[in-house]
């Protein structure tokens, strides 16, 4: 896909990801989410394009080589070191149709609107209605959305505008990390948003429960859930490895509901599963499942979620229905997006 492609081709990616002024950025992206998401955002000779995210500012470069010398392209970024790098990276390759600004990217950039094309390289809570707002009509939006609210439960939707209101058009499986209001080092290790419990010793873990309405303010049950599945009273091996874990992720959020939790445990290993103040059972990537006994009735669950799954197929993204519902949250007032399982189910 990259690699035939004239005009992805032509950037120099260790320029930017691994420059010998600046030396190598270690957290970004991968080359091949950004060029699928760039194909997807199907940027035209002379287009105004919106960047949310400046990374390393390898995306920006592809998406003025998509734009032309015609077009324009405003990347913002909450850091104001990313986007100086990235604005002296463009100007020693001599590229001028690019403005990289310091800002929040959740309310766009309202100078530079209308955009024929935005696109987002982090995970907002929700569809921000500016982004809507500031895009032109027969506009296009690619960005990572929550299906959730828990941290690394996303889809990349592909979002059109009809009569002004935004529609799906695709969705493919991905995550990018959350946005932040301030500049962080390390966004990774702990999720900005949605974490109910974590603890520090001897190295960082977390949970996040869907159920969080229900918890006591001292989020007694999510310490209980997070400290079962630190010491699980019953370990076994899942045997239909290896997982798809994408399509799992995704899932999950359909077959569990509000029981659905994600862990985040010290050795670094993630797990999806059931959770109650009392009981817990994850079944992590490796395929390994952790609960509380044997006789957990959150093992029970999770089992039964699992069955679904496979008797699904282990759905691919295309599978997935989708849409957006607005919210109208003061804070940040867009579109959640939400999945439901295809109507043959």
Same mark, same amino acid.
């Given at each position: 896909m $990259?690699?035939?492609?004239?005009?992805?081709?032509?950037?120099?990616?260790?320029?930017?990801?691994?420059?010998?002024?600046?030396g190598e950025t270690l957290h970004r992206s991968t080359a091949e989410a950004i060029h699928r998401d760039v194909i997807?955002?199907?940027?035209?000779?002379?287009?105004?394009? *919106?960047?949310i995210?400046?990374?390393t500012g390898y995306s920006g470069a592809l998406l003025a080589a998509r734009a032309g010398a015609t077009g324009r392209v405003t990347s913002v970024d909450i850091s104001d070191h990313l986007t100086a790098w990235a604005d002296r990276l463009h100007r020693q390759r001599g590229i001028t149709t690019i403005t990289c600004r310091t800002a929040d990217g959740m309310n766009g950039y309202p100078p530079h609107a209308p955009y024929q094309r935005i696109v987002a390289w982090c995970t907002p809570p929700r569809l921000p209605r500016a982004w809507v707002d500031q895009l032109a009509p027969g506009g296009r939006i690619v960005?990572? *959305?929550?299906?959730?609210?828990?941290?690394?439960?996303?889809?990349?939707?592909?979002?059109? *505008?009809?009569?002004?209101?935004?529609?799906?058009? $695709?969705?493919?499986f991905g995550g990018y990390a959350q946005s932040t209001p301030t500049a962080v080092d390390d966004a990774l290790t702990l999720p900005g948003r949605w974490v109910d419990h974590h603890t520090d010793h001897p190295r960082p873990a977390w949970i996040s429960i869907g159920w969080r309405d229900h918890d006591d303010p001292h989020r007694t049950g999510?310490?209980?859930?997070l400290r079962l599945l630190r010491s699980p009273g019953h370990t076994e091996t899942y045997h239909h490895t290896p997982l798809d874990?994408?399509?799992?992720?995704?899932?999950?959020?359909?077959?569990?509901?509000?029981?659905?939790?994600?862990?985040?445990?010290?050795?670094?290993r993630r797990g999806i599963g059931h959770t109650t103040a009392a009981t817990a059972a994850v079944i992590l990537a490796d395929g390994t499942i952790l609960a509380n006994s044997a006789d957990s009735s959150s093992?029970?669950?999770?089992?039964?979620?699992?069955?679904?799954?496979?008797?699904?197929?282990?759905?691919?993204?295309?599978?997935?229905?989708?849409? *957006?519902?607005?919210?109208g949250e003061e804070d940040l007032p867009g579109w959640d997006l939400r999945v439901t399982a295809s109507a043959s189910q």
């Open positions: $990259t690699a035939v492609d004239p005009l992805l081709a032509s950037v120099p990616e260790q320029f930017y990801v691994h420059n010998e002024d600046r997807a955002l199907d940027v035209r000779d002379g287009d105004n394009v *919106l960047e995210g400046t990374g960005a990572c *959305l929550p299906i959730a609210a828990q941290p690394s439960t996303t889809l990349v939707a592909t979002i059109t *505008l009809t009569a002004g209101h935004p529609h799906v058009e $695709t969705v493919t999510a310490r209980t859930a874990w994408l399509s799992w992720t995704a899932y999950s959020v359909i077959a569990g509901g509000p029981h659905r939790s994600f862990v985040a445990l010290d050795d670094g093992l029970t669950a999770l089992r039964w979620w699992l069955h679904r799954w496979e008797q699904a197929g282990r759905p691919d993204a295309t599978w997935f229905h989708t849409c *957006l519902v607005r919210n």
